[in-house]
């Protein structure tokens, strides 16, 4: 840990109130830049989507994306914001090199959306509401590489390297206003919004919100006061935290350290801090700049922004259904506890099992199968459910071949793991592998006959009334049959032989 001398989480909280400030952006999924033309789609060749636009040439105008418009104003509306009837673009003065204009075009004192809240349910059930400040817009930096150290900062790099493709890419960054109230739960808070904010932006469609590829990333602000009534404290800004997982863990180190801090005599300078995943510790970056240092002032070379209010109420009745209300709705269609609902949005497998549904399964087989086998096959590769090679429809094709007999359980999972191998179709791996269930009558007949020659002394246990030894005889003809059999027809045919009825 790079500060040795935490305080426990239960003394900080018994001496301080924590009050948090979550400043998210988010990258638009636009096909072009804020301000050009230029392609904002990934992997490129580093400094080939680039033009005089987005690298500050002189001379060079820009011109506003008006999908990047849009999409801050459908973002307003599903954050129950006020939208602006006229606002502008600032310049933010400051130089670092993956910025080539050394000002980046964002929004000051006008934001286009702004006086909102989030609610968002805590792991408990209970609401917790978090009131947006202003989600304005902006353009993203370029990326520098810093080259030769052992850590990738530029602490100890031999030389940096700089591509401008992501520089211009379109942002809405999403201030809230302090949260205060939260006590012991901030960490928690924290945690719940950004990942309620994120199914929000995907509802919205204007971002795939993925937090390990940087569209969507946090900067954790947090501060600590004697009691509720004292003014803030002095706060540190952690920077670009990327896992729902690690805001939780930013914020409660933050706690930790702050009041480790203030209970040795200690002040809290107000600075940047980096995240660290390996230890969920934070170590100092920059002090923090005030807004006056940034020098803003309106951009002259964009026009103000005036959304008619006509083409506002459109947008607005063209909102999709919002997470929470959605996920209640399918709560209730599924017949599931409020618990199983939180490991399947933790899954990131509700829109998975929505189109499984969709293709035709029933939910309970569609949830089975996510949660299940695709769940751990998903853990076991560090990604989330969707990013599965594995379509809702073939789920759902394997769920039907279960419901039609032609798979048992076993054999399911041998076809789903053959679909991600790549080796096909769920009917074409069924075909390749020879998975089918054996439903021959005469073929389990012979191998049920098999199993009571070969094991004589439960057969007669069963036929002397402890029916729950057949089990043994089930097993002896699942391994006959490879596991192709029916284990519910098997255990019937071998009562049947004996002469036993079950119950």
Known sequence: ????????????????????????????????????????????????????????????????????????????????????????????NYFYPDMPKNFQTSQYDEPIAFNGFLDVQLEDGEIFRVEIERAHMEEDTGKSLHVGGATGRIHGASHSL????????????????????AGERAPEVAKAYVAELREVIKALGVSEARMDKGQMRCDVNLSLRPTPEAPFGTRSETKNVNSLRSVE???????????????????????????????????????????????????PDLVPVAPARTWVEELRGGLPEMPRVRRNRLREEW?????????????GAVDS??????????????????????????????????????????VARVAALVAAGELNDKLARQVLEGVLAGEGTPDEVVEKRGLKVVSDEGALGAAVDEAIAGNAAIADKIRGGKVAAVGALVGAVMKTTRGQADAARVKELILERLGVTEG
């Open 1 to 92: 840990m790079s500060f040795t001398e935490l305080l426990s989480y239960e003394d900080a909280l018994s001496s301080y109130d924590p009050v948090m400030g979550l400043e998210v952006h988010v990258e638009l999924g636009t096909r072009t830049k804020m301000f050009c033309g230029c392609s904002t789609e990934l992997g490129a060749e580093p400094n080939s989507q680039t033009c005089p636009v987005c690298l500050g040439l002189p001379g060079a105008l820009p011109v506003v994306n008006e999908i990047g418009i849009e999409s801050a104003i459908k973002i307003g509306l599903a954050l129950n914001c006020e939208i602006a009837e006229w606002c502008r673009f600032a310049r933010k």
């Open 335 to 347: 017949g599931v506890t409020e618990h199983d609902m939180q490991s399947i949005l933790n899954a």
């Open 249 to 299: 863990r930013a914020a409660r180190f933050e706690i930790q350290r702050h009041a480790a801090v203030l209970s040795s005599g200690g002040s809290i300078v107000q600075e940047t801090r980096h995240f660290h995943e390996e230890d969920g510790s934070t170590t100092a970056g920059r002090i923090k700049d005030n807004a006056e240092d940034y020098r803003y002032f309106p951009e």
């Open 162 to 181: 700089l591509d401008y493709n992501r520089a211009g890419i379109p942002l809405i960054e999403i201030v809230t206003k302090p949260i205060e109230g």
């Open 353 to 394: 099992i929505v189109a499984t549904i969709e293709a035709g399964a029933d939910s309970a087989a569609a949830r089975k199968w996510w949660m299940g086998e695709l769940a751990r096959n998903a853990n076991e590769q560090g990604v989330v459910v969707d990013e599965l090679p594995i379509t809702p429809a073939q």
